[in-house]
T-cell receptor, first 110, second 113 residues
Framework: KQEVTQIPAALSVPEGENLVLNCSFTDSAIYNLQWFRQDPGKGLTSLLLIQSSQREQTSGRLNASLDKSSGRSTLYIAASQPGDSATYLCAVRNTGKLIFGQGTTLQVKP | EAQVTQNPRYLITVTGKKLTVTCSQN?????MSWYRQDPGLGLRQIYY???????DKGDVPEGYKVSRKEKRNFPLILESPSPNQTSLYFC????????????FGPGTRLTVT
């Protein structure tokens, strides 16, 4: 059974710092991996989607990498801002199912 | 505007009273799915649908029913709600059998007393 783990569970950094969020999964037979952002009490916003054949995706200050063989993905956030404060979730797609990690709650202090 | 809508957004009900949470998308997506989010347990998939008249169980389907009679709609039915179904529910949709980005609705907060 696929399990997705995100470390750390919470992270607090000063504004301007570059940071890395980690996501690991146990079954490498995935179709894709998606990173989401969730603000308190809100829905999920898709940040980046990496297909299983890809190694990375970039959008603005965000860069996500995927290493299927080792079962790992990282989300790199450059020059963090207070507006980046949110919970970040990764999810892997197996057949029809989407399996989520527990998330990393990020606080960026001004 | 491309979006996934859910109704109602908030619902308080009593044990055993049947309810339906509606989900609709205007993006012509084949794939639709329901999730519940609980503190400490994260997001878990309830049911998904690869296309019209095709539905399948996710990880936590017990106590829920779904139907997919039209491409745009995917209602979640709780025939006899119980307090352990108190949760935040999300609907999502995607193109190409869910192989592209999943777009999420705003969520429905359900309380069963």
């Amino acid at each position: 059974k696929q399990e997705v783990t995100q470390i750390p569970a919470a992270l607090s950094v000063p504004e301007g710092e570059n940071l890395v969020l980690n996501c690991s999964f146990t079954d490498s037979a995935i179709y894709n991996l998606q990173w989401f952002r969730q603000d308190p009490g809100k829905g999920l916003t898709s940040l980046l989607l990496i297909q299983s054949s890809q190694r990375e995706q970039t959008s603005g200050r965000l860069n996500a990498s995927l290493d299927k063989s080792s079962g790992r993905s990282t989300l790199y956030i450059a020059a963090s801002q207070p507006g980046d404060s949110a919970t970040y979730l990764c999810a892997v797609r197996n057949t029809g199912k989407l399996i989520f990690g527990q998330g990393t709650t990020l606080q960026v202090k001004p | 505007e491309a979006q996934v809508t859910q109704n109602p957004r908030y619902l308080i009900t009593v044990t055993g009273k049947k309810l339906t949470v509606t989900c609709s998308q205007n993006m012509n997506h084949e794939y639709m799915s329901w999730y519940r989010q609980d503190p400490g347990l994260g997001l878990r998939q309830i049911y998904y649908s690869m296309n019209v008249e095709v539905t399948d169980k996710g990880d936590v389907p017990e106590g829920y029913k779904v139907s997919r009679k039209e491409k745009r709609n995917f209602p979640l039915i709780l025939e006899s709600p119980s307090p352990n179904q108190t949760s935040l529910y999300f609907c999502a949709s995607s193109l190409y059998g869910g192989l592209l980005e999943q777009y999420f609705g705003p969520g429905t907060r359900l309380t069963v007393t």
